[in-house]
């Protein structure tokens, strides 16, 4: 989709205000729940049905696929100093396509407002244990239209000054990324997913979350087979007006077989997440058979490249701003993904990483 594509197909998109209280700021464990105790919205064209994550298996049929996302969150976050004193929090989106050592980065407000857009290039950032990162350039392709707080980019290309690869860096001083919304700061295995096995991702890939080992037992009982795609995420913090960078993602020759088969024979493929979403679509050949990959991705579903492989989605919820409701549209259609945001906003849903969850079957 093109900058003025996206542009056009967000303001189609209604502005809603999510009351803070909505917000999930804990993990369920916290709250003394468990992982698949989470509610769950099943958004259907004749009906919304209100479960807790644990029945998603009911909702499925013998011959579905579900296919999950295997990377793991690494410690993505730390904290740094620009080069006129103030404290900036550093969140790593990922490296960068030309893969020649430079990284994409976002500068955060250490308090968790939001992002710090006054950045310039050859600006310095000094982390807690001196690396220096040099901002080389921003990320054009990120600003498509006019956000709303700035024309200016959120993302920068940078580079670490040193021998030490940055993630290696990070593998001793970083944390996982939080936001505002979050009552503290939790441990990294509080951001990580039954399947994660690679680390890679900047945040969690959190439409999985609520997935425990039983609940993968229920799944494979009911006839329902599960199979995995591999797609590094980056920051999650873009908004509608923003496209999402570039992604390392991988689709495995079994999984692209099994993903055949399943649609071959009536079944449904179910994407846990936008990042397999955008994986599995991301392997489609021109001839729109799925086949197996291994690259960068820069595929942006929306209205105007609709899915074209999944036909099931299950996610958490995004907030008014957020660019991936253009690809909950992609997926299920703007009419199901609306009914059902108005659905969650009435029925006091819990939004963000550690909260409620939907399941699109259009």
Request: charged share 25%; proline share 8%; with cysteine.
């Amino acid at each position: 989709m093109s900058a003025a594509g996206v542009a056009e197909a967000t303001s189609r998109w209604p502005s809603f205000d999510l009351d803070p209280e909505r917000s999930a700021t804990e993990p369920p464990e916290a709250r003394g729940g468990g992982r698949d105790e989470v509610r769950l919205l099943v958004a259907e064209p004749a009906r919304m049905h209100h479960l807790r994550f644990r029945d998603l298996p009911s909702r499925l049929e013998p011959g579905d696929l579900v296919v999950v996302n295997t990377s793991a969150t690494s410690p993505s976050a730390t904290d740094g100093r620009r080069a006129d004193g103030r404290e900036v929090t550093v969140h790593l989106s990922g490296p960068h396509p030309a893969e020649d050592g430079t990284w994409l980065i976002e500068l955060r407000r250490p308090d968790g407002t939001g992002p710090m857009l006054d950045a310039v290039r050859d600006e310095t950032i000094t982390l807690g244990d001196g690396t220096e990162l040099r901002l080389l350039e921003p990320h054009a392709s990120v600003v498509v239209g006019a956000p709303r707080r700035s024309r200016r980019p959120r993302l920068w290309r940078s580079a670490a000054r040193g021998h030490e690869p940055l993630d290696r860096i990070l593998e001793r001083t970083g944390r996982p990324v939080s936001y505002g919304h979050l009552a503290g700061h939790w441990p990294l295995r509080a951001h990580q997913t039954v399947f994660g096995r690679e680390p890679g991702s900047a945040e969690m890939v959190s439409a999985a979350r609520p997935f425990t080992h039983e609940l993968v037992t229920d799944l494979a009982v009911r006839g329902v087979a599960v199979a995995p795609v591999r797609l590094h995420t980056g920051v999650s913090s873009l908004e509608r007006d923003e496209a999402p960078p570039a992604e390392r993602f991988a689709v495995p020759a079994a999984t692209a077989r099994l993903a055949a088969h399943a649609r071959a024979h009536g079944g449904r493929v179910v994407a846990v997440g936008t990042t397999v979403t955008r994986a599995l679509e991301s392997a489609l050949d021109p001839e729109g058979r799925v086949v197996a990959r291994d690259g960068w991705t820069d595929l942006v579903l929306g209205p105007s490249r609709p899915a074209r492989l999944v036909t099931g989605l299950v996610t958490g919820w995004h907030g008014p701003d957020a660019s991936h409701l253009l690809l909950l549209e992609a997926v299920a259609g703007a009419g199901l993904v609306r009914r059902a945001y108005e659905a969650a906003l009435g029925e006091a849903y819990r939004w963000h990483e550690f909260g409620d969850s939907c399941l699109f079957l259009p």
